[in-house]
């Protein structure tokens, strides 16, 4: 079985691979959020408001797994890493 190091040296793991949150559009999504919540009646907003919270919601949740996959993941190599004697 191969550690740790071994594997990402190998190819075999890919941080990469996990989703990642793009800022960049940030600012025009708030731009249609404001244009969609003027075109609405206030029931409609109201919706609007619960979606926009849900998925805030989720959107913290991606975001602290994430963090808490990197943190487990560095973890690990620092381990192996300290594991065995350099010379």
């Not at 941080?15 to 731009?31: N, T």
Request: negative net charge; proline residues 2%; hydrophobic residues 35%.
């Amino acid at each position: 079985m191969r550690t740790i190091l071994e594997e990402l040296y190998y190819g075999n793991i890919h941080p990469e691979d996990r989703k990642e949150v793009d800022f960049s559009y940030a600012k025009e999504c708030v731009k249609y959020e404001d244009q969609l919540h003027n075109l609405l009646n206030e029931n409609e907003q109201e919706v609007l408001r619960l979606l926009l919270e849900a998925y805030d919601a989720q959107s913290s949740y991606e975001a602290a797994s994430a963090f808490s996959y990197g943190f487990k993941l560095a973890t690990l190599f620092m381990g192996e890493a300290y594991s065995e004697p350099l010379w």
